[in-house]
């Protein structure tokens, strides 16, 4: 189960796409889920599929790691295309009457349910190529960055960087921790995968007290570790590899600009 | 009777981070026996344990406790896991409870023991690892690192299984709080003949001090499985995959080397205590 967590991994590589400027990667993530949320009719989603086909094979991340990612998912992926196919009104294809009321099943219903899968999954998956190819330190650096001119607002943006970076930092170690207090209390006949929901929940005592205290004692040792380099916050630091744009983010924006063109003009080409 | 067959174990197959942790393991643990498994940091040897109790699942071969092939899909792994206890690395960050009581309790109650059986074994646990009664009724974030260690200690022993397996159970100790475990550990074997136990260690003190037995994992692999002067008399094959024989050994060793006439095989300090004193005064050894 925890393995399963991909957010926060980092496959390192020499692909064009890692090789993109962060800030860059990260608002053209944006402007993709934008987009996804925007595209209707199965040309435009045509056109955005090859263009993620396209991003992932560029990416070089094995296809069967970015389906992984999509496996916790799978739940609120069906509950959605259900919903949609269920409760769209439309011209009806089949329908079965159930006493109180009518399921029915419309045309429209499953065009939706098509849609609003491809768009979550699309969604996962293009957020999944910007952390599979990002390593979290640059990840988070550009965000600082990004965030910057929200200071004038009074945006701590160092500090949510810092934030962040420590969290996801922290997802692997905590994940590896909370494997190894289940298999020890698994090893004292604690049992995490069977009962009622009541008892499921009682049995995660055993693993969340002892995840606790000791999130409490990284946390703790962290902050001395940090105190004791002098840290002290975003003021007047410098980095060692600082962010420039290359090339590639220049073909990178030549291609999404591309793809809304084409959007843009096959919309006013048919309309 | 522990008995482990063409094991091998590969993390995340299929994925871009596989790795193969264990490869083609075999070796025999009789019952009652005090062994011990010594290999470099990452060579496998808290993977492999965790076998041994069902945790892990070998991607290929055979592990057989007592009969009992734990590898089958319909094995009964609570039965296993409370007849193979595993006292993990650092076992003190899964206490969890109120009271140092209700902790020990906590196996013998999934066992679905009644209060009374409950209470008998954590008595007997606590009496086995030295931890006092007026103890039981505190909580276990109050006590000191080496009492919270032996809590959970007895937290497995109360399962009273037949096998007990040890992670490193003396690191981060202070000398005294590891002498003291160690200690247990070693009177427990004597008092519970029939108890197997199987402990993880750098220490080579420590091996030569308890063990019957050691295996010797290098990189996933069995280099060595025997006796414990059969493996600390190749000393030279230890130093070469990093690791090391006794400190008293070496010093032994070095002696020889000068040409003092006197036998290779001591291991712990008591023996060389003893032989030394006959070698250099001439006389039975005594206490100095």
């Known amino acids: ?271 | 009777m522990i008995s482990v067959k063409n094991l091998n174990y590969t993390y995340q197959p299929g994925m871009p981070f596989e790795r193969q942790a264990l490869f083609d393991i075999s070796f025999e643990i009789p019952d009652g026996d005090f062994a011990a498994i010594i290999g470099h940091t990452g060579s496998g040897k808290s993977t492999l344990i965790q076998h041994l109790n069902a945790l892990v699942k070998p991607t290929s071969g055979s592990i057989v406790i007592n009969g009992t092939d734990i590898v089958e899909k319909d094995a009964d792994l609570k039965k296993v896991r409370s007849e193979v206890g595993l006292v993990f690395q650092y076992p003190e960050y899964q206490l969890f409870e109120e009271t140092v009581y209700r902790d020990i309790a906590f196996g013998p109650r999934n066992m679905g023991l009644s209060e009374a059986e409950i209470k008998e074994r954590v008595l007997e646990a606590a009496g086995l690892v030295g931890l006092s009664e007026d103890l039981l009724g505190k909580s276990p974030f109050e006590l000191s690192g080496g009492q919270k260690r032996r809590v959970a200690i007895a937290g497995v022993l109360s399962m009273r299984p037949k096998v007990l397996i040890l992670d490193e159970p003396t690191a981060g100790l202070d000398p005294h709080g590891r002498d003291e475990i160690l200690g247990q550990i070693s009177r427990m074997h004597k008092e519970h003949g029939d108890m197997t136990i199987i402990f993880v260690s750098h220490s080579m003190e420590d091996v030569a001090k308890l063990a019957q037995h050691i295996i010797v994992l290098d990189h996933g692999r069995v280099v060595m499985d025997g006796e414990v002067a059969e493996i600390f008399a190749r000393g030279d094959e230890l130093s070469k995959i990093g690791l090391d024989v006794p400190e008293i050994t070496r010093l032994t060793y070095e002696l020889i080397a000068r040409g003092v006439d006197i036998r290779p095989d001591i291991y712990t300090v008591d023996f060389a205590k003893r032989i030394y004193a006959e070698l250099f005064l001439g006389r039975e050894g005594t206490e100095c």
């Open chain 1, 1 to 271: 189960m925890l393995k399963d967590i991909t957010i926060g991994q980092y496959i390192a590589g020499n692909s064009p796409i890692h090789k993109m400027d962060a800030r860059v990667k990260i608002l053209f993530a944006l402007l993709f889920i934008v987009l996804l949320f925007i595209i209707k009719g199965v040309a435009e989603y045509a056109v955005i599929t090859l263009f993620l086909a396209l991003v992932v094979k560029l990416s070089g991340v094995p296809l069967k790691f970015i389906v992984r990612g999509l496996k916790p998912m799978l739940f609120i992926l069906i509950f959605t295309v259900l919903i949609n196919v269920l409760m769209t009104t439309g011209e009806v294809l089949w329908s079965v009457n159930l006493g109180i009321f009518t399921l029915r099943v419309t045309r429209e219903g499953v065009t939706m349910g098509i849609y609003m899968l491809l768009r979550l999954v699309y969604l996962v998956i293009g957020t999944s190529v910007l952390t599979l190819t990002t390593s979290p330190l640059m990840l988070t650096d550009g965000i600082e960055k990004l965030l910057k001119p929200f200071e004038i607002i009074k945006v701590p943006s160092h500090e949510i960087a810092m934030m962040m970076t420590i969290a996801i930092r922290f997802i692997p170690t905590i994940a590896d921790e909370t494997d190894k207090i289940m298999k020890a209390q698994t090893a004292r006949g604690a049992d995490f995968e069977s009962g009622s929901i009541i008892r499921r929940a009682k049995a995660m005592i055993p693993l969340l007290v002892p995840l606790f205290v000791s999130s409490f004692r990284r946390a703790d040792e962290l902050a001395v570790a940090m105190d004791s380099r002098c840290y002290r916050g975003g003021a007047s630091r410098t980095r060692m590899k600082e962010m420039r744009l290359t090339k590639y983010d220049a073909y990178a924006g030549a291609v999404i600009f591309a793809v809304i063109a084409i959007l843009i003009a096959s919309r006013i080409a048919f309309f």
